[in-house]
């Protein structure tokens, strides 16, 4: 193994090897990723893939615009498909408050360009009449969101980064970071120290632990979310919306000729990935409250993954005013597959710009929250 690095990112998640990508593409070179399991295997692998341009801080939209471009011209740029499928997303209003909010969010969404629309019930009732639409009061919907596949794209981007030269080490975990003074100049693994003055946390749920090793509080809580999925089912067509249920942190989606069903999320931070029945009875109680027609449905099996939450729910891309040469990509809170792409632009700009040009990050600095400078997104992203 390497005995030095220009650059170490912790993380062979999409976060990581999007970092890794842009860093190699921008001209860097002797950089090593370091992945403690295998690639896209932690959060990334079990994410349900959802890719929206429907969001209400200005921050957010751009990092969907500009990621979503990436998705749309994925198959030039990586010459692999990452299975994006524009079937749309669908948020059910279930009170007049709701019903506000997305309107308010729309005029946020045109003013970026994004064909956003309000639906009134009716409209959503004639467009999708499998669903039940007597408690709703409208939605938002835009037919070009969709959702892709987490390992076609994260394989992909690895890929590109390992032509740029990146080395990839997987089954290696980073478990200390040396500090000499105030500068980062080692990392160690089992394999051995590689010395290194720059080390990309993008560690994901784990990222706190990584924190851990340099005495830096990073504020991002692992929060477990089940996921289940029917055996095959004809009751509904073959192409729908992912359609949430916003107030009742539910959603569905087609995965070919099954549906996955998004199953609860815990409201205390932990590493269990242990789905239970308990959760696959409050699931489908959920899916056919809105779906009648799920009544005909299986559940044939299901999954949990680790939402990684920041305060405010969004993500924290950062130097670190204590520790010189640690950059912080973590904290996605439960949407970094879809921001994955930017997110690697602007922490490669960072790095070797000193600062981000494609957009201002300022807004995601770690220091916000002392300076009380949180961010509010109203379209929660970890509902989805
Ligand atoms: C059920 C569920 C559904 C989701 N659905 C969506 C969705 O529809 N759309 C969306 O955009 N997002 C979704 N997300 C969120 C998305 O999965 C995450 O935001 C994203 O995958 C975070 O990527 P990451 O690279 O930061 O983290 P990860 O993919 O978890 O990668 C971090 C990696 O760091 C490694 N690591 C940790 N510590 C060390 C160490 N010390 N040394 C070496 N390696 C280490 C881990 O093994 C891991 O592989 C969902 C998440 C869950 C749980």
């Known amino acids: 193994m390497e005995k030095t690095a220009d650059i170490v990112i912790i993380g062979g998640g999409i976060i990581g090897v999007s970092v890794a990508y842009y860093l190699g593409k921008m001209g860097a070179k002797n950089i090593v990723v370091f992945e403690k399991n295998l690639i896209g295997e932690g959060s990334t692998g079990l994410c349900a893939g959802g890719i929206r341009r429907q969001w209400s801080t200005e921050i957010n939209m751009h990092f969907a615009m ?28 279930r009170d007049e408050e709701e019903l506000k909010t997305f309107t308010k969010n729309i005029e946020i969404q045109h003013r970026f360009g994004v064909p956003s629309q309000l639906l009134t ?106 996921l289940f999925v029917t055996d095959t089912f004809k009751g509904i ?66 999954w949990a993954g680790l939402y990684e939450i920041s305060p405010d729910n969004h993500a924290i891309l950062s130097k670190v005013p204590e520790v010189e040469g640690l950059i912080l990509a973590v904290g996605f809170s439960g949407h970094g597959f879809q921001h994955g792409p930017l997110a690697g632009m602007v922490i490669a700009e960072l790095i070797l710009n000193g600062r981000a040009d494609t957009i201002d990050i300022n807004p995601l600095k770690l220091t916000r929250f002392k300076e009380g400078k949180a961010i509010k997104e109203s379209l929660i992203a970890f509902k989805d």
């Open 121 to 226: 019930r009716d409209e959503i009732k004639k467009e999708w009449p499998f669903l039940q639409t007597e408690d709703i009061f409208g939605g938002s919907y835009c037919h070009t969101d969709g959702y892709a596949g987490p390992y076609e794209v994260t394989s992909a981007i690895a890929k590109g980064a390992r032509r740029y030269g990146v080395k990839f080490f997987e089954k290696t975990e980073v478990t200390a970071i040396e500090v000499q003074g105030t500068h980062i100049v080692s990392v160690t693994t089992p394999s051995g120290r590689v010395e290194t003055p720059i080390v990309v946390n993008a560690a994901g749920p784990w990222a706190a632990n990584v924190g851990k090793l340099v005495r830096v509080e990073i504020p991002v809580n692992p929060i477990r979310r089940q």
């Open 237 to 302: 067509p073959p192409s729908v919306p992912l359609t949430i249920d916003y107030k009742q942190n539910f959603y569905f989606r087609r995965e070919g000729e099954l549906v996955l069903l998004s199953g609860p999320q815990d409201q205390e931070p932990s590493f269990n990935l242990t789905t239970d029945f308990d959760s696959m009875v409050e699931t489908a109680e959920k899916a056919t409250h809105r779906v009648p027609v799920f009544r005909e449905a299986r559940i044939a099996r299901g």
């Open 66 to 93: 500009k990621s979503f471009e990436v998705f749309q011209n994925f198959e030039d740029e990586f010459g692999a498909s990452p299975e994006f499928h524009q079937i749309g997303y669908l948020f059910l209003a």
